[in-house]
C-alpha cells in the first residue's frame, strides 16, 4: 500500500532513522515513539466506540478556525496549541440524536498521566475562541488512576482501556 509518494519500506526507514535518534533516550522514550507513530494505522478502531464513518482532519479544514484567524480572534498561541494536537479526526456519533460530524481532539501517550489529560483540554479549548465544538479525547496504553479522574473533572473523553496500576 502507498502513502503519498512514501511507501511502507520508506516509513519503515523514517521510524529505523527516528528510533536511531532516540537510542540514547530512555527505553519508555523508545516505547512511546513507537506507540504514537503507529497509532494512526488503527485510528478508526481507537475511537470506534464513539464514532463511526471516521476520518482525520486538521485544524484548517474547519473554516470557523481560518475565519478566526484571519480576523485576529485566534491568536498565535491558540493557533499553535490547535496545531499541536496528537490527531484531529471527525465522524458521526452513535446513538440517537441528531447525526451531525463531530471533531474530537486526541492526545496520545504510551501511559496517560495527568498532564496529557491538561495538554488536550486547553488545547481544545482554544477552538472555542473561534467558535468551533472539537470534543477532547485521550487515548494510550494505560492510564493513571489520578489523570482519570482529572478527565471527568475537565470533560475529557477516556479512550483508554487499561487504568495503569499503582507502583
Known amino acids: 500500500m502507498a502513502?503519498?509518494?512514501y511507501d511502507r519500506g520508506m516509513l519503515l526507514r523514517d521510524w529505523e532513522i527516528n528510533a536511531l535518534d532516540l537510542l540514547g533516550e530512555p527505553l519508555d522514550d523508545?516505547?512511546?515513539f513507537f506507540?504514537?507513530?503507529?497509532?494512526l494505522d488503527r485510528l478508526p478502531a481507537h475511537?470506534?466506540?464513539h464514532l463511526h464513518h471516521v476520518h482525520q482532519i486538521v485544524p484548517d479544514d474547519l473554516p470557523v478556525v481560518a475565519e478566526a484567524y484571519d480576523s485576529g480572534r485566534l491568536t498565535q498561541r491558540h493557533w499553535d496549541e490547535i496545531h499541536d494536537i496528537d490527531y484531529l479526526v471527525a465522524g458521526l456519533p452513535?446513538?440517537?440524536?441528531?447525526k451531525d460530524e463531530v471533531v474530537m481532539g486526541i492526545q496520545v501517550a504510551l501511559?496517560?498521566?495527568v498532564g496529557t489529560v491538561e495538554d488536550i483540554a486547553r488545547r481544545v479549548a482554544c477552538f472555542a475562541a473561534c467558535g468551533a465544538k472539537v470534543i477532547a479525547a485521550v487515548d494510550g496504553r494505560?492510564?493513571?488512576p489520578d489523570a482519570e479522574q482529572?478527565?471527568?473533572?475537565?470533560?475529557v473523553t477516556v479512550l483508554v482501556r487499561k487504568v495503569q496500576p499503582a507502583a
Open 3 to 5: 502513502y503519498g509518494w
Open 30 to 32: 523508545l516505547q512511546e
Open 142 to 144: 494505560y492510564i493513571n
Open 111 to 113: 501511559r496517560v498521566d
Open 35 to 39: 506507540f504514537v507513530s503507529r497509532y
Open 47 to 49: 475511537v470506534c466506540l
Open 94 to 98: 452513535f446513538g440517537p440524536g441528531p
Open 150 to 155: 482529572r478527565a471527568v473533572e475537565l470533560g
